[in-house]
Each structure stands twice: as structure tokens, then as C-alpha cells.
């Protein structure tokens, strides 16, 4: 079984049984579903009342680490978005074992800032010890 096929399974279970909100979705790497996640996640985000400011950051992020899934991963990408404790976590996993890594992008460059940009308005990323998940949380405004 994939990690992506893994990672959505475990979602699932978890989003179940802790009655958390929040959704998951398992996808090919194709560029069109980065809009695709980055419009479910504001949707999300409407629903539960996050202020403007935090899901505009939040749904930002979330553009760029599915963008550095589909572009740098490996197979099938899992996208998790989950309300727990204060604060909104975004998941993403695929196939690749080496992990998403914050760059130095020059002037110049047309890419390399997504991680950069994602570890700005995160408070904290993480990466899995096997290196195919990647998690950013956002905390929520007046839960810091």
C-alpha cells in the first residue's frame, strides 16, 4: 500500500473515531488539484468560523505544500486538513522518502520560495521520520 493510501486510512479512522473536524482526500499528482485543495480547505475554513486572516494564511500554505507534493513527490498525494486543539493542521503526504525542505530560492528564481512561504505562516512544520508526511500547524487566533 501507498503512503498516501496509508496516510488517507489512517485519516479517515482518526476523523471518525475523535469526531475532529475536518476532511481527507487521496488524488494523482495533477496540478489541478492544488486549486481543488486550496478551495475545499476555504470552504472548510468558512464552515468553522476561522477568522479571514487566519484562513487566508492557512489556505496560502496549503497551496504551496500540495504544489511541492505534486511537483518534488512521488505517486499519489494525501491532503489532510483537521481542526484539533486550538489549531488547524494540514498533512500531506506522497511517495517520495526524501522530505520537503525550506530553500534559499536567489532573486531570480521562478520557484523554490512554497516551503518557505508555508514555514512563515505555520507555526511549526514537521516531517515524518520516514519523510513522506509533511505537517504544518496553524494555531487560531486567541488559542496561542
Not at 74 to 80: E, N
Request: proline share 7%; charged share 20%.
Amino acid at each position: 500500500m501507498s503512503p498516501a493510501t496509508t496516510a488517507l486510512l489512517s485519516a479517515a479512522a482518526d476523523l471518525r473515531l475523535a469526531s475532529t473536524p475536518g476532511f481527507a482526500a487521496t488524488f494523482p499528482p495533477c496540478p489541478s488539484r492544488v486549486g481543488e485543495m486550496r478551495r475545499r480547505t476555504a470552504s472548510r475554513l468558512r464552515e468553522w468560523r476561522i477568522p479571514q486572516r487566519d484562513a487566508e494564511d492557512i489556505t496560502l500554505a496549503v497551496s504551496e505544500l500540495v504544489t511541492n507534493s505534486v511537483v518534488h513527490g512521488d505517486g499519489a498525494v494525501c491532503f489532510v486538513l483537521r481542526q484539533v486543539a486550538g489549531e488547524v493542521r494540514v498533512e500531506v503526504t506522497d511517495s517520495n522518502p526524501l522530505p520537503a525542505q525550506v530553500k534559499n530560492a536567489d532573486p531570480d528564481d521562478i520557484s523554490g520560495r512554497g516551503m518557505f512561504l508555508a514555514a512563515v505562516f505555520a507555526q511549526r512544520i514537521e516531517v515524518s521520520d520516514d519523510g513522506y508526511t509533511t505537517t504544518a500547524a496553524f494555531p487560531l487566533s486567541g488559542h496561542q
